[in-house]
């Protein structure tokens, strides 16, 4: 493990080493022994703080509020939006900008829900960040982590986290759990000279330890190194969505062209409209023209959905750190987790005594409730306590303390029913007799996962020269096999069943024992069909088929679940990681979604997505219907913003080639926006939907926005011809019929997107078709230069309208009815996937 730790820290912290390592060289030399007894002095303190040898990190688990600011503020959207609504504020139309609204309020979003989650993940660190006690002067004092410094005496006691990496001074029955490290929940016995890392856990015992790495160059610090630069979440919406308007923003540069070109033409040329002023009212045009091709909304609607979600979750205790977490989740076919801190609590639970022969000796049950109530007791023998208490007064005359060595421990007594010695250790050490009882037993016992002890006795009490030389007493007789089951969070079963149920596969990793991990997965309703991670091979491929064929891997280290975590993507996975400890940051980071407990390590909380606040693991499906909320309705929406996008482009391209006048001003256009797309999007983006999520969702779209949106340009370019035709009507008019033929044939876009229609969606439909109503009478309709068109003009826009909706219907049956041959052609690959 240290080995491990060294080659991180020559890795993450190449470029700084050499500042550290001449701020060592100068300190003067300390002596140990006077380390141990009486720590730093004061000045030794002052020194060391300012060379810069302390303990404290940088808050930089995620991006500073500049690149917030700079990732929202400087995107091409905003370039192209954002600008034109300035040149129309400039120019004096500030009537028709109402369009830039959507740029502040999507920026104000998206920055808002990220410094939130950067200050909540920044307070939880700071709330979780215990004192320690260290050792200057030869006082014992209280020290906030960050003042710890380099040479710092350590004083440990059970409970006690180490803020840095040390090496043992001095130390009586001192166990340290590295769970959070390694994976394996089982402690060790630590002696004098032993280096121990950062975020391990002092379980057993007592001792002090002096300080050799500080702040990034400890072992906690340096694994996450890696993890810590801030990446994206992959998300198929942001990926699809930003795709679409960097295209589009980049087709406009040619497409301006042509729209401005026309309606400089459409103004009397070029010349003309420069002399006369017309040029204002042609690039007022163009404006309408080229940001009615940028699905602005759809933007928007996204950001609304993700921060809405976010905060539903955070209320349940879930806090979400990037938006788009919420839609990768929905995505998801493959879960991991770690089985300490996640499936687990990481204690222990007394599973059953098992007494040996035909009597135990009196008293057996008071001795196991010594060994519970024992100071210096590891977390093993505490479990004893929920079933057996020690009796007051009870003082043992020797005691020999366990040793992750020698695998027992044992005590003494002189009088009474605990006369003689007891000893509680592994079964495989105190059993010399393969056939005996107990080892059949134990044996039985470890096969189902459970860990097991033995209770012996000896009649003769141990001498002081025997305890003092650790020798197991002679003539000891086996009492009692004692079983505990790892403490398995109630939630588990019943959250994974879910996740089963939707199709979602399942992977257990844990640095434990492969048997006592398959133990833990039949638990949970899994096969527990457990692979030791040694044997894994190195090629990503036969990686792979070994995780299709396990779902349980034990032996499993840090690099192993980043490996295994990368086999699964390689495979068209799409993985979510869990995890609480600095053992899963590699894997927590590599993984698409990211999730970490909130009780666990602070770096496992600042590379994850979602941070489960309150560690409840039945908070996970919440989230991901959320999640499926999310990518359904955005889905929905998004077929609607793109079907407006496509009939922009076509209308700009067909009015500036032809050179005519854009039929619509820029606050028309927002009308229409706002009644065909935006308003219902309001209400469509936050409504309930379970729909499981299925691949594919840029082609599902282009499938039906492409020949909608071409439907809806016909509608209008027939108002417009049918009014150049005829003659004799204003440009007010020819806009209000354009304004009403467009708004009814988009209704009909939405009617059928969002069908099955109910009583809430039938309402909404009824209202947008108010609404056009509303938007003709004065003073709205004065604002927005709209009046009811002549009859004949208005009759060609209604019937136009009337058959663009049939050719809009036409287009959706054919889409449904081919969606339903694809789902019929392929039942079996459906029901695979539903099965894993």
Sequence with gaps: MRSTGSRHRRTAQAATVDEPAAARAELPPVDPQRLALAGLSEAEVTLRTAAGLTNLMPMDTSRSLARILQANLLTLFNAVVGGSFLLLVVLGYWQDALFGFFVIANVLIGVTQEYKAKRTLDRLALLNSPRTRVLRDGVEVEAARGDVVLDDTLVLRPGDQLPADAVILRGQGLEIDESLLTGEADPVMVEAGREVLSGSFVVGGHGAARVVRV??????????????????????????????????????????????NGQMQAAGGWDEALGSGAW???????????????????????????????????????????????????????????????????????????????????????????????????????????????????????????????????????????????????????????????????????????????LAHSPRPLTLEEATAEVLPAGVRHVAIIAFREKIRPDAAQTLEYFREQGVGLRIFSGDNPRTVAAVARSVGLTGNAFDARDLPADPALLAGVLEAHDAFGRVTPRHKKDMVLALQSAGHVVAMTGDGVNDVLALKTADIGIAMGSGAASARAVSNLVLLDGAFSRLPRVLTEGRQVIANIELLSKVFLTKTVYAIVLALVFGLLLWPFPFLPRQMAVVDGLTIGIPALFLALKPNKRRYLPGFLRRAAAACVPFGLSVSLVVIVVVVYSRVQGGYSAEETQSASVIALTLVGLWVLNVLIRPLGGFRILLLVAMHLGLVLVFLPPLGDFLALSVPPAPLLTVAVLAAAVGAPLVEAVHQVNRHRRARRHRARPTAAKEQIRR
């Design 215 to 260: 702040g990034a160059d400890s072992y906690a610090n340096s694994i996450t190194a890696e993890a810590r630069r801030f990446t994206l979440v992959n998300s198929e919406l942001r990926t699809v969505i930003n795709g679409v308007v960097r295209t589009i923003s980049w087709a406009l540069i040619p497409v301006s062209a042509v729209v401005v």
């Design 280 to 454: 204002r009212e042609a690039l007022l045009g163009s404006v309408a023209s080229i940001v009615s091709m940028v699905p602005q909304g759809l933007v928007f609607m996204t950001s609304v959905a993700f921060a809405v979600s976010a905060v539903k979750l955070a209320r349940r205790e879930v806090l979400v750190q990037e938006l788009a977490a919420v839609e990768g989740l929905a995505r998801v076919d493959i879960l991991c987790f770690d089985k300490t801190g996640t499936l687990s609590e990481g204690g222990l639970v007394l599973d059953r005594v098992v007494p040996l022969g035909a009597e135990p000796p009196a008293g057996w049950d008071r001795a196991l409730g010594w060994f519970a109530s024992d100071p210096n007791a590891n977390v093993t023998a505490r479990a004893l306590g929920t079933r057996f208490a020690a009796e007051p007064g009870t003082t043992p005359a020797q005691t020999i303390g366990f040793s992750s060595l020698r695998k027992w421990s044992a005590a003494s007594f002189t009088d009474g029913d605990l006369a003689g010695s007891w000893v509680l250790g592994a079964p495989d050490i105190l059993t010399a007799d393969p056939d005996a009882e107990s080892a059949g037993l134990s044996a039985e016992l470890a096969s189902a996962g459970l860990r097991t002890l033995l």
